[in-house]
Structure formats: C-alpha cells, structure tokens
C-alpha cells in the first residue's frame, strides 16, 4: 500500500510518511532526524523530544535542510520538466467524493496487525532482512496479494463502483485466511486503496461509478501469517485515450528499469535515477511526495525508497524486501489532499499512474514477489 515516506517539494525541510491521522509514538529513526506524518494536527520532534500543536490539518515534523547537491537537483528537474511539457490532453471530469459505506468485518478468526485499534505506527528504523523461513513466509504473502489484484483488474468496468472493488477485494482476502493491511491502518476505513484518475494516490472507495475512459490504480496488501505483502497497478477502463494509455505504460516501464538494477551492494539512488530518466524522456513528472518502504513482518520500514533523482546514502542487502512503487504525471507533480486526510490528487487535475511491487534482493539481483505463475 501506498504509505510512502516523502520529501515533500513545498518545504525543503520536511520528510514526510504519508497517512491520515495523528502518531504519538516516539520513535528514534536511523538515518532521519525527523519526520513528517500527514494526518490532523502537527508534531514537532527531534531525536530525544516530542511535542504537538495544529497546523493545517497535518503533522510536520522538521528534518535535516537539503543539502546544496538536493537542491540543485530539485532545480534541475523542474527547469528539464518545464521544458518537456506533454501534449495537451482532454482532462477528465474532476473527482468527487462519493458515498463511503463503512468498513467490512474481518472474522475473529484471522490474526489482526499490531496497529489495528491504535494510533498510526512511526516507520520502524529497521531495514527487514529476511531467513529462508520468512523470505518464504513472505513469498506468501506476496503472492496472495498479486492475485488479489489481478482478480481486482477483471472488476474495472465502466458502471462498477470503486465500493464493489472493494468488497470484492476484502471477500477474496479473508477467505484465504489474510487480513486487508489497510484496514483500520491510521485509521484508513476500507480494505483496499482505489485512485481514479487525477488521484495519486490513497484514494477511499466509494460509491462513484467508474466511467468509460477511466483509469484507476489499485492498490493491495495483504497480511498473512505475520507478513504484509503489498502491490498495485493501473488499470484502464474501456476506452482510454492514447496520451493517457502511454502515460500508464511509461509508469510500468520505470518500475521495470527500476527492478533491474537492483541487487545485493546496489545504492538506492540509482532507483531513482533509471525512474527520472526515462520518465523525463516521455516529459512526464515524477512524483517525489510519496516513496517506497521496507516491508515484511512491518507494514512500512526503512529503507525509504526514493524515486527521483538523489543523493541518499545506503546500500541494498541480500535478503531485504521493500517496495518501489512511482508516481507519474501528465502534469504538474503537486498535490492537494481532501479533507478525508487520504485521497490526494494531482493540483492541476492531470492524469496520474502508478504501479508497485514488492522485491526480495538477492545476491546477483532482485526477485519480484509480488508475480506468480499463472
């Protein structure tokens, strides 16, 4: 699921995990100084204190200034950006929200993740290196999830609301005896993420119909047997406009490039180098609010996975598992979030894709977890 860490492009001073309500644990991080939850009222910590207020409807808490090299790259984005600007395309109708039922029942039966019933969990500081037990407990997992989402796919139709997704989804889960992770996680109400459109991310189902020419990002996580595995994909519905369906393909593509240069002793930054290169060849934005995560037994861990350009010290280990999962747009890469503290979506009401996997790196590269054979 897409709870991604962030460096969010309005202030150069924040690092920001994505959610919806407020935390007050108190957590050292490893390589952050501070960090930054979205959600209903701010926070302000450094390493050894912690202190709250209001502000805007969402915690920031401070980090460490960019560097001059951050910098200077952010610069050199916007002004590459600027000077590729896509063929104009058809905007869709803006979103709106429709009616949100509430969350489905999960049977007794079925082991809840720790965060269920409790404040929104501070990313742990622990990279998740796996034995050959968890590494097959999280194949699992993941490959529970990938079906999920396929079976997802077959339900995007014009007429069927983001809402049936949904209690498709949940059906499909608990019957296989997992948990949906995004339920009750901050308090997110439902069991799957659905983003339609202009929506970057963490869009809430609900009662809207999706439409003909449509396109949506389905995001699922399940937990199973203690461990999360999490993944998502763009999906059209019926009739998608060319420049759209492009868009949709070159997100695809960019987790792909991104993938194949991942193994043991690899830098994360060159996760976000393949990302920007071939994104910003097509002229398209990449995203850098929201990022990737460490995940295992944890919903969202370090490494925090950033997916343009940087400069981030760290290197990948044999073992671990994270997702990657980019955002791009047909426009401007900033956001506006609606009062539900989740559902966020592109400021200029331009397309957004997206796609996710989660990756075990190995030795010699990196094998994609959430794939199955058919």
Request: aromatic share 6%.
């Amino acid at each position: 699921m897409g709870f991604t860490a962030s460096l969010p492009r309005l202030s150069p001073l924040a690092l920001q995990l994505s959610s919806s309500s407020p935390s007050s644990s108190e957590s050292s991080l490893s390589s952050l100084s501070s960090f930054h939850l979205t959600g209903s009222s701010p926070i302000h910590f450094s390493l050894s204190t912690l202190s709250s207020g209001r502000k805007r409807n969402n915690f920031v808490i401070y980090a460490k200034k960019r560097s001059g090299l951050e910098e200077a790259m952010r610069i050199r984005r916007q002004r590459e950006l600027q000077k590729t600007v896509p063929v104009a395309v058809e905007k869709f109708t803006p979103l709106r929200r429709g009616k949100v039922s509430g969350p489905l029942s999960v049977p007794d039966d079925i082991p809840r993740p720790p965060y269920v019933g409790s404040k929104m969990p501070a990313l742990a500081r622990e990279h998740q290196i796996h034995d050959a037990e968890g590494i097959a407990c999280m194949k699992a997992a993941c490959e529970l999830a990938a079906r999920v989402l396929d079976y997802a796919g077959t339900l995007v139709k014009p007429s069927v609301s983001t809402n049936e997704i949904d209690k498709a989804v949940h059906q499909m889960i608990i019957d296989a005896g997992a948990y949906p992770s995004p339920l009750g996680y901050g308090g997110f109400p439902k069991s799957v993420c659905t983003s339609v459109n202009e929506c970057m991310c963490h869009g809430i189902p609900d009662s809207r119909q999706l439409q003909d020419g449509d396109i949506i990002n389905i995001d699922v996580t399940v937990y199973l047997n203690g461990y999360h595995g999490d993944t998502s994909k763009t999906f059209l519905c019926g009739n998608v406009n060319e420049i759209t369906r492009r868009l949709v393909r070159v997100t695809e593509e960019c987790l792909e490039k991104a993938i194949a240069v991942c193994k043991d002793g690899a830098n994360f930054k060159s996760i976000g180098k393949q990302i920007s290169e071939h994104a910003e060849s097509y002229g398209y934005g990449v995203v850098d609010r929201f990022v990737g995560h460490g995940v295992g037994t944890v919903f969202h861990s370090e490494p925090v996975i950033y997916h343009y350009r940087n400069d981030k010290p760290g290197r990948m280990v044999e073992g671990e598992t994270f997702t990657i999962e980019p955002i791009l747009t047909l426009g401007s890469i900033e956001c506006i979030e609606w009062p539900d503290n989740w559902t966020t979506l592109t400021d200029d009401g331009s397309p957004a894709a997206q796609f996710e996997h989660t990756i075990l790196i190995t030795k010699t590269g990196a094998e994609i977890l959430t794939k199955y054979e058919s």
